[in-house]
């Protein structure tokens, strides 16, 4: 018995969203209005994001899970991931380009970068995130909702998320890295192009050192200067303190621009940006 198969005789109202199942959450404790409980399709491995509560849904209705069907589509999914790491990941048949404003972004800046809804992406706007010779690496979903959760999912889990964009427009040899795709879109939206998202704080580098790949690919397009214009909280500025000296290292010039705190690029309005401008 398959997954959805089990699903479907217990009679549980379930969505796809990506590589899982999402359901209400089983967890007698939890009264889960909002389905959290994602379901691994393959496996059956659960965790509920809202409580933590995990199991393996074969196991919790008192089953065996089907191994050599497990096997087999693991063997696929393997051929497949060799298939994208040679030639990228394909744009899902059935994707549908997302023609509306979204979070302040006009549908313009949306389409340049390709983002769409999907059947398989429950209740999300998703971008493909290209590497440098413009192959889908994975896909970002941000949930439609400011309350969905979690609000963003990277599509296949577990992948090195690229910078994004990998190719930077118009940089005059410098980049300004902000931290999140939205942050990225806002900065862009109003005509700053030279912006790239890392991803998170941790998406260039750490304490540990740089992401050797990403450097090299800034190094490529002739990047001499960073302007780091993070969140400004005390995790933003603190990724700025411990990646400065190792860029400076690698031989960048590096500035900050120090947000006022508990702000964001992309909560900066029209006005504020125009007048970040004159600061680039």
Do not use: W
Not at 85 to 106: H, N, V
């Amino acid at each position: 018995m398959t997954v959805l198969e089990l699903i479907q005789s217990n009679k549980l109202e379930y969505k796809v969203s990506g590589k899982d199942f999402l359901i209400r959450c089983l967890n007698p404790e939890h009264n889960d209005r909002d389905p959290s409980l994602r379901i691994d399709k393959l496996t059956g491995i659960g965790h509920c994001f809202s409580c933590g509560f995990k199991l393996n849904i074969y196991k919790y209705f008192g089953l065996i899970a089907d191994t050599q069907s497990i096997y087999v589509t693991k063997i696929r999914d393997k051929i497949a991931k060799i298939y994208a790491d040679s030639y990228g990941l394909e744009m899902p048949k059935g994707a549908q380009p997302y023609t509306r404003e979204f979070r302040g972004i006009s549908p313009a800046t949306l389409q340049y970068f390709n983002a769409f809804t999907h059947k398989d992406y429950e209740d999300r706007v998703v971008f493909p995130l290209r590497d440098s010779k413009d192959k889908i690496v994975c896909f970002v979903g941000r949930h439609i909702l400011s309350a969905g959760t979690p609000r963003y999912l990277n599509f296949p889990s577990g992948v090195e998320v690229p910078l994004f964009p990998a190719k930077i427009e118009d940089n005059n040899g410098t980049v300004i890295l902000v931290e999140g795709i939205f942050d990225m879109l806002n900065l862009y939206d109003n005509g700053i192009r030279n912006v790239v998202a890392t991803m998170g704080t941790q998406g260039l580098g750490s304490v540990k050192g740089l992401n050797k790949e990403k450097i090299l690919g800034l190094k490529l397009q002739c990047i001499h200067k960073i302007i780091f214009l993070y969140d400004g909280d005390a995790p933003g500025q603190k990724a700025v303190e411990i990646l400065k000296p190792h860029l400076e290292k690698s031989g960048f010039v590096v500035d900050n621009i120090e947000l006022p705190e508990d702000t964001d690029p992309g909560s900066l309005s029209k006005e504020d940006i125009r007048r970040l401008k004159t600061l680039l």
